[in-house]
C-alpha cells in the first residue's frame, strides 16, 4: 500500500498532478490535435491551396457553406484568391507551427549550452555571456525582430533565424540561473569528491535538473514565437506570400473584413489563437506541476 | 550607492556604445550603403560626388566614426520620404507614442494590481480561477488579431468608437495630448486598449505569484501573530515586499510597450514614431530607421537606469550595499 | 493552587490532501499553568509546531481544527471571531518563530516592526512606544539599542534578530508565549545568552511559556513540565526531571537512550528502529507499536491516555517505569 | 607503515570577492578600498591517525566546512599543503593526485540535497566506481546489492529515486555511495546534524561498525559536542578558522584548557542538570571580514589581558597529546581561575 505511491517515478508523479486540473487536459488534448492537423494537413485539407489547377479565382470571397460549380463545398468560405479556407488555414498552420517549434528547439540547444557554461565555468565567461543575454532581453522580442527582418529581407529561413535570435537568451538565463542553485548542491560536492569529470557533472548530473523550467519557458516561448511570427507577416515583414502562415492569412483578410467579408480574417485568428491559447494553458500547468516549491 | 549608479552609468554607456555598432553595421555596412543612402534617380557624378561626401570609399573604421561623430551632433542623415532630418522627424511623433504607452500603462497597473492582489489572496478560490484563466487568454491573443477584433467590434459593428487617428489634441501645462479633449480621449480607448491588454496579464501574474510567494513566509505568520490587522499584513507587510519587483517591471514594460506600439499604431493609424518606422521600413527609409534605432536604444537605457535606481531606492538590501552575514 | 492559563482539550488539527487525509494534532489536550514553563519535545512531523499555530488560531488551508477546545483564561478561543483572537494575538498570548531570518519583515525598519505590534493593540504615542523598545532591547541583550531600531534586519546578525522577535512577543507583557524552536538555528553560545535574558525577563513577568523544541536537553534545561510528541499525540507528559529520570512511555525511553550522552562512550548506541511513520498513513492502533519493541498484539488497538501518577500521564497499553 | 594517514599542514584559505572591470573602476573613481578578503582557514595543522576518529568542532563560520571540503579535495587550498600518508598530495600530477582524493570521501549534511533527485540508487552507487574502472557493467548489480546490505538498506531498493526514501535511509545511500570507491578515510562533514535523535543513533550506528570494521579513518565536522564526544577519539576546536584547542577527548573534554572550549562545554545543554540557568560569554562570533587584533577571542573572553589584544596565541603543548592557544595556559599550569577549569 505505501509502495504504490513511494514507488512513483517523478515524471509519472507530474503527470499524475498535472490531470488534477480538467482544463489543463483538455488543452493537452486541442494542443494534440492541432499538431496532428498541422503535421497532417496535406491529407486532412481538402484542397491544396497552392495547386493553381484546382483553384478557380471566380470562387473569391465565397462565405462559408458555399459550394463552388463543381460541386465542392467551402465550409468556412474562400479567400479573395478563391482560395477553400480550411484548406489554406491547416496548411498556413502547418507553417506557423513549423517556424514556432523549429526557432524554439534551436533556441533551447544554443541557450542551454551558453546557460549551463556560464554557470559552471563562470569567471569572465559568464560575465560575457550574461552581458550579451541583458543586452538581448534589454530589447523586446518584436522590435528585435522587426529590424533583423527590415535589415536580413522575407523569407521562412530569416524569420526562424530572426526568431531564435530573440530568444535564445531567455533559456540561457533561465539554464544559467537554475544551474547555479543546482551548483551550489552539495550532489554536485558529492560528484566532485567523488572524481567525476567536469562534463559528466556538467551534463550528466547537473542538466537534468534545469530541464523543469526549460520545459515550462520552452512551452511558453513556443507560443509566443508562433504569435511573434504571426505579427510580423502581418506587418508584411514575415513569411512571404508564396508560404501564407495563419498570420499572413489574417492580414490577407483584413482589408475584406470592413466590408463584412469577416471569415477571411475571422477564422485563421481563432485558430492562431486556440493554437497559441492552448499551448499556453498546458505550459502554464506544467509550470505548476515542475515547480519544485510546489511539489515538495 | 553611489557606487552603484557609477556602476549602471558605465554599463549603460557600454550598452550604448554597442549598439551604435550595431546600428552601424546594421544600417550602413550590411548590403550596398551606396543604393540605400543615395536616391534611385541619382546621375553617376552625383552617386561619385555623394559617395566622396558620404566618406564611403573610406575604410569602415574611419567612416564608423565619423557616423558616431555625426550621431552626437544629432545628425543621422535625411529621411528620403519626408526630406527632414531623422531625427527630427522622430522626435515630433515621438509625444503620441509616449501618451499611447502611458495610457496602456496605467490601464494595465489600475486593473491589474488590485486583481492580482486578491487572486493572490485566494488562490484556488473562483475568482482566481476565473481572472487566472482570463489573463491566459489575454498573453495568448496576438496583439495584431485582437485590435482588429476591437475595431471589428465597438467601430465596425457597434459604431461607437472611431478606429483610426489620434483625433483632436488639447494642450495641458503646454503638452499637446489627446487626454484633453472628448474627441481625443475616444480615439485613444481603443489602442490603449490594445496595447494594454497583454501588460495587464503580466501584471495580474505578477502580482498574483508575488503575494502568494510572500503570504506563506514566516515573516507574514510573526506579523499575524503580532495581532496586526489585516489590512495592514496585506497593504504593509505583503504589497510593500512585493511592489519592490513589480516596480522594476512596470518599468522594463514601459519600453516594450514603446516597442509594441509599432503595431497598435499601424493598426490604429496612431501617428506615432511606431507607425513611423513601420512605413519607413517598407520603404526602405534608412535613415529613419537608424534614427528610430538611436531614440529607442537612449531611451531603454534611460528607463532601465531609472528602474535600477528605484530598485535600489526600494529595496533597503541593496540600498545599503548588502555586506554578506554569513560567510 | 496556580491558575490555569491554557487548557487544551482533545484538540484535532486535520489536513486534507491530494494524499489523504492527515491529522496533525490527534486528540491532543495539555495544561499551562501560571508562571510554567512546559517543553514540548517531537521529532519532525510530529505535529509540534501545528500546535503552536492551533492555539494562535493560525492554521492556514488546507488545515483546520476540527474538533476540541482551546480554553485560554477560561473563555473558548474557537468560539471568538477572527477580531477578538486577533486581539489577543500578540497583546496576551505571543509567538516566536524558529528561524530568526524569516520572521522580521526585509523592507521594514526594526522599529516599524517593534511600534507597529503596539500601535496594533494600545493608543499609544510613537516616541513612548520606542521608548518601551528601547528598554525591552536592553535587556534582551542588544548593546546600543537606539541604533539598531534604525536598520534593517539583513543588518544585523541571527542572533540580534532573534533577540528582536523576542522583545516583539514580551512587548505586550503577554501571560503566555508560544515559543517554536527559537534557538535551533543558532550557535551554542548565542543559544546561551539568548535563553540567558528571555529566561530573566519571563521570571520577572511570570509569564508562562510552551517551549516547542525538538531538543530534549534544550527543554530540560528550561522547563517544568515535558510533554513528548509522536505522530500528532502527546505520548507522555508529566514534571521534566520526573520524566527524564523515569520515561514511561518506550518512545520516550527510546528517545533519551539515542542520545549520546547517555550512552558509554564509543559503545553502539541504542536506537529506535524504522522511522517515523507519514500522518497520511499512520498504523491503525498506537502509532509507535511498528517500531516498539516492548509491542503486544494489545497495541493494534488506539492506546487511551493514562493518568498514571497525579502528576504523570502516558498514552500507552505498558506503560513502564525503567531507568533511562 | 606511517602512523599518519591524512596530514594537514598549515592549510589557509581566503576567499576574495571576484570584482569586475567595472567594479574596478567604481572603486578607483571612489576612492574605495580593495575588497577584503575573508580569511575562512588560517595556518591550520592537523594530523590523522590511521584508524582514528578525529573530531573538528566549532560555530557556525568557524571554517570547519571549508576545511572538510580542502581536505576531501573539493576545494583547493590556499596555502599549506597536504600529506596523505606521507606522500605531499598537492605536488602529486593530476591523475594521482585525483586517485589520492578519490581515497578520501565526504558525507555532506543535507541528506536530501547531497543525492541527485534524478538519479535512481544504484546509479548513484555504481556510477564513480564504474567510470574508475573498479567495478565492470556486469558486476554493478551485485555490487549495488552488498553496497545496499553494508549499510543496512534493502537490496530491493536499488531502482528507487532518492526522494521515496525517508531522511535516514537516504544518508545511508550517501555512505553507500562514498563506500563504493574503496575510500580509506571519510570525512563527515555535520552528517547527523540534519537528522531527528532517533535517526541520529542510527547513523552513528553505522559509523561506529565502519569504525570498528578498523578499514577507514574518520574527520567527523560537528557543532555537537555530545556527539562528538561519544564518537571521536581526538578533537580540534575552531575559532574563526583556527584552530583553538586539540587533543583527546578525554582529556579535553574532562580538563579544557581554553577560555573558549572551556565556553562551549558549559554552554551545551545536557540532560540530568535539571532547570538551570546559564552564565553565557559575551559577545558573538566577529566577523572574518575584520577579525579582532590578537588573539580572535579577545573580545568575548573573560580573562582576556592585553597581551591577549597584541599578540596572537600560537598553539603550545599544554599535557599529553594537547596542545591550546592561550597565552594564560603555560604546560600544565593554568593562570585560569581554577572555577572554570571544572
Known amino acids: 500500500m505505501i509502495d504504490d505511491i513511494i514507488q512513483e517515478q517523478p515524471w509519472r508523479r507530474a503527470w499524475r498532478h498535472y490531470r488534477q486540473s480538467r482544463f489543463a487536459v483538455i488543452a493537452l488534448i486541442v494542443c494534440s490535435i492541432i499538431i496532428l492537423a498541422a503535421v497532417f494537413a496535406p491529407w486532412l485539407a481538402p484542397q491544396n491551396p497552392y495547386d493553381l489547377n484546382v483553384i478557380d479565382f471566380f470562387d473569391s470571397k465565397l462565405p462559408p457553406g458555399s459550394s463552388a460549380p463543381t460541386g465542392f463545398i467551402f465550409w468556412l468560405g474562400t479567400d479573395g484568391q478563391g482560395r477553400d479556407m480550411l484548406s489554406a488555414m491547416l496548411y498556413g498552420l502547418r507553417i506557423s507551427l513549423f517556424v514556432g517549434v523549429l526557432s524554439g528547439l534551436i533556441a533551447i540547444l544554443i541557450g542551454m549550452a551558453l546557460g549551463l557554461v556560464a554557470a559552471y565555468v563562470g569567471g569572465w565567461i559568464d560575465a560575457l555571456i550574461m552581458r550579451v543575454v541583458d543586452f538581448m532581453l534589454g530589447f523586446p522580442t518584436i522590435l528585435v525582430a522587426l529590424m533583423l527582418l527590415a535589415i536580413l529581407g522575407q523569407g521562412v529561413d530569416k524569420v526562424i533565424f530572426a526568431l531564435i535570435l530573440v530568444q535564445w537568451a531567455y533559456f540561457a538565463r533561465a539554464v544559467r540561473s537554475a544551474a547555479l542553485v543546482e551548483r551550489q548542491k552539495e550532489y554536485v560536492e558529492a560528484a566532485q569528491s567523488l572524481g567525476l569529470s567536469q562534463p559528466r557533472i556538467m551534463f550528466g548530473h547537473i542538466m537534468p535538473n534545469c530541464l523543469a523550467p526549460v520545459i515550462v519557458l520552452g512551452t511558453m516561448q513556443v507560443a509566443s514565437a508562433i504569435s511573434t511570427e504571426a505579427t510580423l507577416s502581418f506587418l508584411g515583414l514575415g513569411l512571404p506570400i508564396t508560404e501564407p502562415s495563419l498570420g499572413l492569412l489574417i492580414s490577407n483578410g483584413y482589408s475584406n473584413m470592413l466590408s463584412g467579408r469577416y471569415w477571411i480574417s475571422l477564422y485563421p485568428g481563432l485558430l492562431l489563437l486556440l493554437t497559441v491559447f492552448s499551448i499556453n494553458v498546458v505550459g502554464d500547468r506544467l509550470r505548476d506541476v515542475l515547480n519544485p516549491r510546489l511539489s515538495r | ?327 | 493552587m496556580r491558575k490555569l492559563v491554557l487548557d487544551i482539550q482533545n484538540l484535532t488539527t486535520r489536513f486534507e490532501s491530494a494524499e489523504g487525509i492527515a491529522n496533525a494534532l490527534d486528540s491532543l489536550s495539555l495544561e499551562i499553568y501560571e508562571g510554567e514553563v512546559v517543553g514540548l519535545v517531537g521529532e519532525s512531523g510530529s505535529g509540534k509546531s501545528m500546535t503552536g499555530y492551533s492555539i494562535m488560531g493560525l492554521v492556514e488551508h488546507p488545515g483546520s481544527i476540527v474538533g476540541g477546545s482551546i480554553h485560554y483564561r477560561g473563555q473558548d478561543l474557537r468560539l471568538l471571531g477572527p477580531e477578538q483572537i486577533r486581539s489577543l494575538r500578540g497583546d496576551r498570548i505571543a509567538m516566536i518563530f524558529q528561524d530568526p531570518m524569516m520572521s522580521l519583515n526585509p523592507v521594514l525598519r526594526v522599529d516599524t516592526q517593534l511600534v507597529e505590534t503596539l500601535k496594533a493593540h494600545r493608543s499609544i504615542q510613537k516616541k513612548e512606544a520606542l521608548q518601551r523598545a528601547i528598554e525591552l532591547l536592553q535587556a534582551m541583550g542588544i548593546p546600543s539599542p537606539e541604533i539598531r531600531l534604525r536598520q534593517y534586519p539583513h543588518e544585523l546578525s541571527g542572533g540580534m534578530r532573534q533577540r528582536i522577535a523576542i522583545a516583539i512577543a514580551l512587548l505586550l507583557e503577554p501571560d503566555l508565549i508560544i515559543a517554536d524552536e527559537p534557538t535551533t538555528a543558532l550557535d551554542v553560545t548565542i543559544q546561551a545568552q539568548i535563553i540567558h535574558e528571555f529566561q530573566t525577563l519571563i521570571e520577572d513577568r511570570g509569564t508562562s511559556v510552551l517551549w516547542i523544541t525538538h531538543d530534549l536537553a534544550v527543554a530540560s534545561t528550561m522547563a517544568d513540565r515535558l510533554a513528548i510528541m509522536y505522530a500528532g499525540q502527546i505520548v507522555e507528559q508529566g514534571p521534566a526531571e520526573d520524566i527524564l529520570a523515569r520515561p514511561m512511555h518506550p518512545y520516550t525511553q527510546g528517545l533519551l537512550r539515542s542520545i549520546p550522552s547517555r550512552n558509554i562512550r564509543g559503545k553502539p548506541l541504542q536506537q529506535i528502529p524504522g522511522s517515523a511513520p507519514s500522518l497520511t498513513r499512520l498504523p491503525s492502533g498506537c502509532a509507535f507499536a511498528p517500531r516498539c519493541d516492548q509491542a503486544t498484539p494489545l497495541c493494534e488497538l488506539t492506546p487511551p491516555l493514562k493518568q498514571i501518577t497525579a502528576i504523570r500521564s502516558a498514552r500507552c497499553h505498558h506503560p513502564r517505569e525503567i531507568d533511562a | 607503515m606511517t602512523d599518519s594517514i591524512l596530514e594537514a599542514v598549515q592549510i589557509s584559505r581566503t576567499f576574495t570577492a571576484q570584482e569586475d572591470f567595472t567594479g574596478k573602476i567604481v572603486r578607483s573613481v571612489l576612492r574605495q578600498p580593495k575588497p577584503r578578503s575573508l580569511q575562512a582557514l588560517c595556518d591550520v595543522s592537523l594530523t590523522l591517525k590511521t584508524g582514528e576518529v578525529l573530531g573538528v568542532v566549532g560555530e557556525s563560520g568557524c571554517g570547519k566546512s571549508t576545511l572538510g571540503r580542502i581536505l576531501a579535495g573539493i576545494l583547493p587550498a590556499s596555502a599549506g599543503h597536504l600529506r596523505f600518508c606521507g606522500q605531499p598530495i598537492f605536488d602529486m600530477d593530476s591523475i594521482t593526485r585525483a586517485q589520492t582524493f578519490l581515497k578520501i570521501q565526504m558525507i555532506f549534511q543535507d541528506p536530501m540535497s547531497s543525492l541527485n533527485p534524478r538519479k535512481r540508487v544504484a546509479d548513484l552507487i555504481s556510477e564513480a566506481p564504474t567510470v574508475h574502472g573498479l567495478i565492470s557493467p556486469h558486476e554493478q548489480a551485485s555490487f549495488v546489492n552488498d553496497a545496499l546490505i553494508r549499510v543496512g538498506l534493502d537490496p530491493n531498493s536499488h531502482s528507487r529515486f532518492p526522494h521515496q526514501f525517508s531522511g535516514g535511509q537516504r544518508q545511508r545511500i550517501n555512505i553507500a555511495r562514498a563506500l563504493a570507491v574503496n575510500p580509506e578515510i571519510l570525512i563527515c562533514d555535520e552528517s547527523v546534524a540534519a537528522l531527528d535523535v532517533s535517526i541520529q543513533a542510527q547513523i552513528l550506528n553505522v559509523f561506529m561498525q565502519l569504525k570498528a570494521e578498523g578499514n577507514l579513518s574518520f574527520i567527523f565536522i560537528s557543532h555537537d559536542l555530545g556527539v562528538v564526544e561519544h564518537l571521536c577519539d581526538r578533537v580540534a576546536i575552531l575559532y574563526l578558522g583556527r584552530i583553538v584547542e586539540i587533543g583527546t577527548v578525554e582529556t579535553l573534554f574532562k580538563a579544557p584548557k581554553h577560555p573558549y572550549t572551556q565556553a562551549l562545554l558549559q554552554e551545551i545543554p545536557r540532560i540530568g542538570t535539571g532547570k538551570r540557568r546559564f552564565n553565557p560569554i559575551r559577545g558573538e562570533i566577529p566577523s572574518p571580514l575584520s577579525p579582532p587584533s590578537g588573539c580572535a577571542f579577545h573580545p568575548r573572553c573573560p580573562h582576556a589581558t592585553t597581551q591577549c589584544v597584541r599578540q596572537m596565541p600560537g598553539l603550545r603543548e599544554v599535557g599529553q597529546e594537547h596542545l591550546a592557544a592561550c597565552h594564560l595556559v603555560h604546560g600544565t599550569v593554568s593562570h585560569l581561575p581554577t572555577e572554570l577549569s571544572k
Not at chain 2, 557606487?3 to 550602413?28: A, E, K, P
Open chain 2, 1 to 327: 550607492m553611489t557606487g552603484f549608479i557609477i556602476r549602471r552609468l558605465i554599463q549603460s554607456g557600454g550598452v550604448i556604445l554597442t549598439m551604435t555598432v550595431v546600428v552601424f553595421l546594421g544600417v550602413y555596412a550590411i548590403g550596398n550603403p551606396v543604393d540605400i543612402l543615395i536616391p534611385d534617380d541619382a546621375t553617376a557624378a552625383e552617386r561619385d560626388l555623394a559617395i566622396q561626401s558620404l566618406g564611403l570609399d573610406k575604410p569602415l573604421l574611419t567612416q564608423y566614426t565619423t557616423f558616431l561623430s555625426n550621431l552626437l551632433r544629432g545628425d543621422l542623415g535625411t529621411s528620403f520620404v519626408y526630406n527632414i532630418p531623422s531625427i527630427d522627424l522622430i522626435l515630433l511623433r515621438l509625444p503620441a507614442t509616449l501618451e499611447l504607452a502611458f495610457c496602456a500603462l496605467f490601464i494595465a497597473i489600475v486593473i491589474g494590481l488590485p486583481l492580482g492582489l486578491l487572486c493572490g489572496l485566494r488562490p484556488g478560490s473562483r475568482l482566481d480561477k476565473t481572472v487566472m484563466g482570463a489573463s491566459i487568454i489575454g498573453f495568448s491573443i496576438p496583439n495584431f488579431w485582437q485590435g482588429l477584433m476591437l475595431i471589428m467590434l465597438f467601430s465596425v459593428m457597434l459604431g461607437w468608437l472611431p478606429s483610426t487617428g489620434r483625433g483632436e489634441l488639447g494642450t495641458v501645462f503646454g503638452i499637446e495630448t489627446s487626454l484633453a479633449t472628448w474627441d481625443g480621449l475616444r480615439h485613444l480607448l481603443l489602442p490603449a486598449i490594445n496595447l494594454s491588454l497583454y501588460k495587464l496579464s503580466l501584471m495580474i501574474r505578477l502580482t498574483r505569484s508575488g503575494v502568494r510567494e510572500v503570504m506563506y513566509l514566516d515573516y507574514v505568520r510573526f506579523a499575524r501573530a503580532k495581532g496586526l490587522s489585516e489590512v495592514r499584513i496585506v497593504m504593509v507587510h505583503i504589497m510593500k515586499v512585493v511592489l519592490v519587483p513589480i516596480i522594476t517591471v512596470v518599468g522594463m514594460e514601459f519600453g516594450s510597450l514603446i516597442a509594441f506600439a509599432t503595431v497598435t499604431e499601424t493598426i490604429f493609424a496612431w501617428p506615432g514614431m511606431g507607425k513611423l518606422i513601420i512605413d519607413s521600413i517598407m520603404r526602405l527609409d534608412r535613415p529613419v530607421i537608424a534614427g528610430y534605432l538611436v531614440v529607442i536604444v537612449l531611451l531603454f537605457v534611460l528607463i532601465n537606469l531609472l528602474v535600477d535606481i528605484a530598485y535600489s531606492l526600494l529595496d533597503p538590501r541593496i540600498r545599503l550595499g548588502g555586506e554578506p552575514n554569513d560567510r
